[in-house]
Structures are given as C-alpha cells and as structure tokens.
C-alpha cells in the first residue's frame, strides 16, 4: 500500500471539488459512543498524532501486514505539519482496513481546538475557502461518528481505551454508551472528561486540572473503582507527552502513550497481548 500516493491524490480530489470520498468516510465509522471489539490478535495502540505524517507512514509499514488490530486514540489534527494529510490518511485506512482500524476521537476533534491551535489554518491554506466549507459539511460531521471510547477483549484481557481518562463521577459502560456525541464537547461533563483528564499518582481521588474548568487529574481510587464497576483489566490512553514514548502508571493498570515527534520525543506505540504488554519506537524524532 502506497499510503502517502493515497492521500495526495485524495488532498488533490479535494482541491479540485470532490469529495465522495469524505461522504464515504462517514458511513464508514461506528457512529456509536462506545464501541465493543472481541479479538484473537495483537492489539496496537497509536497515541496522538497531530499531523505527524512521518510515525502514520512508518506505523503502516509496521503492521499492514498480518491480522493486529489497531486502535487510533485520537488527536489527528492540529499543531505538526501535516494535519489534513495525516487526517486523511487515518480515514484511508479505515476504508482500505476495515474492521482492522479502529478510530476513536479525541479532544482535538473539536472546532474550538481547531481554531486555536492551527487545523482550520492548514485546511484554508492547503485548500483554500472551500476547505471551510469542507470543515463544515464534511469533518465535524466525521468528529462526531468517533467513538469516545472502547472495550476490546483480547484473549481474556479486557481493555478499555480512551483519548483522556476517567472522569470523577465514574461511569458504567453503558453509561458511557449512551452519551449524545455533540460538536461542542463543553456541553456534556462526561464527555468532556472522557476526552481531557489526565491521570496523576500523587492524587488519591481527584483535583482540578491545570488544563481548565470542568477538567481533572484522577488518581489511584477512581481508576480502581472504575476498573472493578466495568470489570477493566487494563485501561490504555494518549494526550500527554510521555519522553519515552509510554507510560506506565498505577502498578501497570493504565499505560499512556504517545506517537508524535513534534514535542521532542521518540514516537511509540504500545502493542497488548494477551500475556506481553510492549513499547514500540517508531523511529528517531526529526
């Protein structure tokens, strides 16, 4: 698979007025808050990305092959260099991939993100003022068919995978299953946590977050209650800049992970089996 050809050609449809392509991509993705996966294989997890194209391409030449799953934890877009490329190219996956990609939303999927921090200024330069009207017709409708979340059972182990964490007042996987996926994450608490809480060991239960109103640091009880209620074995999670690439924390219960070389690290991915939990560099950072 030439990825990179793929997404050219595709950025150029674009360019050029057509998308049926972005209409397809819709009616591809769960549109379901939490999505429930039971596989036999290795599961692979990519941590935000935000326009690093380089650690997509380089991850793809890594797994194409073979049966693993891989599970997309969101932030696609904003801040590196290749935003829209690196958007398209997860969705080119999803269709070339099926059922083998897994795309979950995180809280850079979001218009307000996307103003302040550079993914509706790539998209104007890149394609001009049709790339707003792109925006509006086609991406945020693509935002909100993103699950929030997902329970994937491999061999026994079952993993529970989010762009942020936990919110505070613990929900139940149905719970989670029946949040409204709305533009403006701002209007449902959960959501908004779900994509922005950050884990933090020296907290026991939970303090306000340097990140904002609304959002916290959730500590060692609420991870172990929300284990215990939704029956978790393991909880994996990107949005924070982790040096070596992962992190593990709470005596191995939650792993962070990171796939962008744009903060100064090497980009990793974390792969899950059944009995072997690995960090996998990606390469140098550039």
């Not at 083998?100 to 996307?114: A, C, Q, S, V, Y």
Request: glycine share 8%; hydrophobic share 40%; proline share 4%.
């Amino acid at each position: 698979m030439d990825l990179q050809e793929e997404i050219s050609i595709l950025v150029n449809d674009l360019k050029e007025g057509r998308y049926s392509l972005l209409k397809e991509f819709t009616e591809l993705l769960e549109n379901t808050p939490l999505i429930r996966k039971q596989v036999d294989c290795k599961v692979v997890f990519v941590g935000d990305l935000h326009g690093d194209l380089y650690s997509l391409l380089r991850l793809i030449d890594l797994y194409e092959k073979g049966d693993s799953l891989i599970v997309f934890l969101g932030d696609y877009v904003d801040r590196g260099y290749y935003q829209l490329e690196t958007l398209m190219g997860v969705l080119l996956l999803k269709k070339l991939l099926g059922d083998r990609i897994l795309l979950l939303r995180g809280n850079h999927e979001d218009p307000m993100m996307n103003y302040n921090y550079g993914f509706l200024m790539d998209i104007r330069h890149k394609l001009g003022l049709k790339g707003l009207r792109i925006y509006q017709t086609y991406i945020l409708d693509i935002y909100i068919r993103l699950p929030v979340a997902a329970l994937i059972n491999t061999g026994g182990r079952k993993i529970f995978a989010v762009h942020g964490g936990i919110p505070i007042e613990v929900p139940s996987l149905n719970e989670i299953s029946q949040i409204r996926q709305r533009v403006d994450v701002l209007e449902d608490p959960t959501l908004l946590q779900l994509l922005w809480n950050d884990p933090l060991e020296d907290v026991e239960d939970y303090a306000p977050n340097i990140r904002g109103e609304g959002i916290f640091y959730y500590g060692r009880k609420i991870v172990e209650k929300f284990m215990v209620k939704n029956d978790v074995d393991l909880i994996v999670r990107a949005h924070e800049p982790v040096s070596s690439g992962a992190r593990s924390m709470f005596n191995g219960r939650l792993y962070t992970v990171f796939t962008c070389r744009y903060y100064g690290i090497s980009p990793s991915v974390l792969e899950v089996e059944p009995h072997r939990i690995h960090v996998k560099k990606l390469g140098s950072v550039v």
